[in-house]
């Protein structure tokens, strides 16, 4: 059975730092394509990076630069390293083994200003 449990959320104020994780069970995420999401309230569910089993990335544009998708195989886990946070990036954070309907439960960031 395939489960994955986010974890990493919180209320910061704008220009601190948060580290997602996602612990996956019943996958490899080394040979997978993992991704995170984000849905603001009253807004859809958009990506906003995902990492390939090679190894390559992809952000969307508003994080580039800020936020680092990875992954540690021996954990079996994917991280999100947000940087410097802005308001904008409050949301619920999901993680998903792309391209399925497999998804976490979803950690809330906030961001004060």
Do not use: H
């Amino acid at each position: 059975q395939v489960q994955l449990v986010e974890s990493g959320g919180g209320l910061v104020q704008a220009g601190v730092s948060l580290r997602l994780s996602c612990v996956a069970s019943g996958i490899t995420v080394v040979a997978k394509t993992m991704a995170w999401y984000r849905q603001a309230p009253g807004k859809q569910r958009d990506l906003v990076a995902s990492i390939r089993g090679s190894g390559q990335t992809n952000y969307v544009d508003s994080v580039k630069g800020r936020f680092t998708i990875s992954r540690d195989n021996a954990k079996n886990t994917v991280y999100l390293q947000m940087n410097s946070l802005k308001p904008e990036d409050t949301a619920v954070y999901y993680c998903r083994w792309e391209p399925t309907n497999y998804w976490g439960q979803g950690t809330q960031v906030t961001v004060s200003a």
